[in-house]
């Protein structure tokens, strides 16, 4: 099993607080498509395409330095996608952000044992935010569940997925409060979780798709839900 990622340096021009840097390198993954005619039909069109992490290094004071250079991973199953990417990427400069390096790597899994998110999952329940004061920890797992078998459907025929059964063996939400994400003139909240993961082949094909395309939902506006595995 692998999944396709990028490693994206880039240099701010202006200081940055944590809580914004999810939607501000959305919007500059989104703009470096517009480049791209093709890249600019897959930003129109509604399917998952990737998910992407948090600028590193973390800086304690959580504000992130003008002139600093810093770097985030965008992951994908689909690597024409990524290659494309790349290119559009490469030196694009907006919203802040200029793209100094890409690197492109092909990241191999044998076994999943365990995922745990690096950023909140977001998920909706009747359009408000899933929180473990109103709502159950099944509820959430299942909602997961159900997030991946999307996943696995959208690429099912190309890659010869089937349907499976929960693929969540336990779950342990890590926070003890809501996290926020700052979108748009919003406030989303998420939680971050640690799975274990059941060892069927299907279970293990969900897994795979939360580390590359991310748990749950905003994957690809705000990297939600980005996962590391044991």
Same mark, same amino acid.
């Given at each position: 099993m692998?999944f396709?990622?990028?490693?994206?340096?880039?240099k701010? !021009?202006?200081?940055?607080?944590?809580v914004?840097? $999810? %939607?501000?390198?959305? +919007? =500059? @993954?989104?703009?470096s498509m517009?480049k !791209?005619a093709l890249l600019?039909?897959?930003h129109e069109?509604k =399917?998952?395409?990737?998910?992407y992490?948090? =600028? %590193?290094p973390?800086e304690?004071?959580? @504000?992130y330095?003008k002139?600093? +250079?810093y770097?985030?991973?965008?992951?994908?199953m689909?690597?024409q996608?990524?290659n494309?990417m790349?290119i559009?990427i490469?030196n694009?400069e %907006?919203?802040?952000i #200029?793209?100094i390096?890409?690197?492109?790597k092909?990241?191999e899994v044998?076994?999943?044992n365990?995922?745990?998110t690096? #950023?909140? +999952?977001? &998920?909706t329940i009747d359009?408000? $935010?899933w929180l473990?004061e109103k709502n159950?920890?099944?509820l /959430?797992?299942?909602r997961l569940?159900?997030?991946?078998?999307?996943k696995?459907?959208?690429i099912?025929e190309?890659?010869?997925?089937?349907? !499976?059964e929960m693929f &969540?063996?336990?779950m #342990? @939400?890590?926070n003890?409060?809501p996290?926020?994400?700052?979108y748009?003139?919003?406030?989303?909240? *998420?939680?971050?979780?640690?799975?274990k +993961?059941?060892?069927?082949?299907?279970?293990?094909k969900?897994?795979?798709?939360? /580390?590359a395309? *991310?748990?749950g939902? #905003? *994957?690809?506006? /705000?990297?939600?839900g980005?996962?590391? %595995?044991?």
């Amino acid at each position: 099993m692998n999944f396709y990622e990028l490693r994206i340096k880039v240099k701010l !021009s202006m200081n940055m607080n944590f809580v914004e840097i $999810p %939607y501000n390198i959305g +919007v =500059f @993954i989104n703009n470096s498509m517009l480049k !791209s005619a093709l890249l600019k039909k897959f930003h129109e069109e509604k =399917f998952y395409k990737y998910v992407y992490d948090n =600028f %590193y290094p973390i800086e304690r004071d959580k @504000i992130y330095k003008k002139d600093k +250079v810093y770097f985030f991973r965008l992951r994908s199953m689909n690597i024409q996608l990524l290659n494309k990417m790349a290119i559009a990427i490469y030196n694009h400069e %907006y919203n802040n952000i #200029k793209a100094i390096d890409v690197d492109l790597k092909v990241q191999e899994v044998d076994k999943i044992n365990e995922i745990y998110t690096l #950023k909140p +999952v977001i &998920v909706t329940i009747d359009s408000k $935010p899933w929180l473990k004061e109103k709502n159950s920890v099944d509820l /959430l797992m299942k909602r997961l569940n159900d997030n991946l078998e999307k996943k696995l459907n959208q690429i099912g025929e190309k890659c010869g997925f089937r349907k !499976s059964e929960m693929f &969540v063996n336990e779950m #342990k @939400i890590l926070n003890k409060c809501p996290m926020k994400y700052k979108y748009k003139s919003i406030n989303l909240l *998420g939680n971050k979780v640690q799975i274990k +993961v059941n060892q069927d082949e299907f279970s293990q094909k969900k897994a795979l798709l939360a /580390l590359a395309l *991310g748990l749950g939902e #905003k *994957g690809s506006s /705000l990297g939600a839900g980005f996962c590391n %595995y044991k």
